[in-house]
């Protein structure tokens, strides 16, 4: 079965773009988590979709963004980009939320 | 929020000895702790997990055990080999499906 998949793998945007990214779960999965990982925070928890509805949402201003579709891939959406969005994005699925969650390889966003 | 605690936040171990990392939580709602292995430049894996109604498991090298009562769990690596050397981060998770970290511990595996 194959895991998941994020693209793009590598992003660089200058401070004021905007930005989306893709998350593809495994097959079955139909949660899809976000989180950010930087040096200095650690893995912060962004959102959580189930059947494309956002259903928790961790501590990051309303530029941070998602949806999820009826396939259960996800996106998500950084507007206004800063200096300090530079990260390491990371998805990952479930089959409900509540069980094992499984993380793709992450996207690397540098904000210039 | 759930807040997790990680220790020690880096450990250099000889091949072939234990290594042992250490982890509180705060909220007693938690009932699910994984534990992950991230290396370079790759997104974190799954090594193995653990729920409230369980106090301890073990998988080939790997064993985690749980304290609910003192909210503190651990993960044990036995025999340690080169291809350990990484960054472990522990995990709890309630009934708002959300994932809460520890701040990762880097693993040096000394040959």
């Known amino acids: 079965k194959a895991g998941v998949t994020q693209t793009p793998r590598y992003l660089i945007k200058t401070r004021g773009q905007q930005v989306t990214l893709s998350c593809s779960p495994i097959?079955?999965?139909?949660?899809v988590s976000w989180y950010q990982q930087t040096p200095g925070q650690g893995l912060q928890f962004l959102f959580e979709y189930f059947s494309e509805t956002q259903r928790n949402k961790g501590n990051f201003p309303g530029r941070f963004s998602g949806r999820q579709f009826s396939n259960s891939r996800s996106e998500m959406n950084v507007s206004t980009l800063e200096l300090g969005d530079s990260a390491l994005y990371l998805c990952?699925?479930?089959?409900?939320?509540?069980?094992?969650?499984?993380f793709g390889p992450g996207t690397r966003l540098t904000v210039l | 929020g759930e807040n997790v605690e990680q220790h020690p936040s880096t450990l250099s171990v000889q091949e072939g000895d234990s290594a042992v990392i250490k982890c509180t939580y705060s909220d007693s709602a938690s009932n699910y702790f994984p534990w992950y292995k991230q290396e370079l430049g790759k997104g974190p894996q799954l090594i193995i997990d653990?729920?409230?109604?369980?106090g301890e498991k073990k998988d080939q090298r790997i064993a985690v055990t749980l304290n609910k009562t003192a909210k503190h769990f651990s993960l044990h690596i036995t025999e340690t080999q080169p291809e350990d050397s990484a960054v472990y981060f522990c995990a709890a998770k309630g009934w708002d499906y959300k994932l809460s970290f520890g701040a990762g511990t880097t693993v040096t595996v000394r040959a």
């Open positions: 990952a699925s479930s089959l409900d939320g509540a069980d094992t969650q499984y």
């Open positions: 097959s079955g999965h139909r949660s």
């Open positions: 653990i729920r409230s109604n369980v």
